[in-house]
Each structure stands twice: as structure tokens, then as C-alpha cells.
């Protein structure tokens, strides 16, 4: 209770207004720097990555499926995922490119 008293503003003094919303610009300033800036680097990346597919490369879909590139069209890829099997599939499902990946 004494801290309280103590703490509490001089009569005759006002509260500066901007000392008010100091921590609350704060918070704004650390969730832009730490979550909202990354995840926008993150999602220009992958609109980068999946803007450059091509012919022939190896990328694997969020349903975690394997596969080459036959064709690329304007919102949909065709994927060879084994002899003679083709599959269609939007480019929002392809996640990752499996070149940098090491074979067995």
C-alpha cells in the first residue's frame, strides 16, 4: 500500500500523456520487429521461389509428395512423381525445392 502512495504523481503535476502509451508502443514495435517483419520476409521468399519453378526441377507438395516438374502454368504444375505417373497440382501446395537435398 505504501509503495502505491508513493508511486502515485505530485498533486498540482499532470501525467504526461506520451508516458502513457509508452508501453504500449513498445509492445507494437517488438511484435512488428520479431513476428510481423519476418513472416513477411518469409512470405516474399516463397512467392519468389514458387514464381521461378521451371521444367525440370525437384520440389516436394505440402502433402509431402516427391516430385519432378513436367510443366508449369500459370496456377498449376504438372508433377511426375514416378514412371508415367502425373499429377496436376496448384502452385500454393508446392513447398520446398529438393535440389539442395542429398540422395542416398
Known amino acids: ?3 502505491i502512495i508513493l508511486m502515485a504523481q505530485p498533486q498540482g503535476q499532470e501525467a504526461n500523456p ?3 502509451f509508452l508501453p504500449l508502443i513498445l509492445i507494437v514495435v517488438v511484435f512488428y520487429f520479431f513476428m510481423i517483419r519476418p513472416q513477411m520476409k518469409r512470405q516474399k521468399e516463397t512467392r519468389q521461389f514458387r514464381e521461378g519453378l521451371k521444367k525440370g526441377d525437384k520440389v516436394v507438395t505440402t502433402g509431402g509428395i516427391y516430385g519432378k516438374i513436367i510443366s508449369v502454368q500459370e496456377t498449376t504444375i504438372n508433377l511426375e512423381i514416378a514412371k508415367d505417373v ?3 497440382v496448384d502452385k500454393n501446395g508446392i513447398v ?3 535440389a539442395d537435398v542429398q540422395t542416398k
Open 1 to 3: 500500500m505504501l509503495n
Open 18 to 20: 506520451l508516458m502513457s
Open 86 to 88: 502425373h499429377i496436376k
Open 96 to 98: 520446398k525445392d529438393m
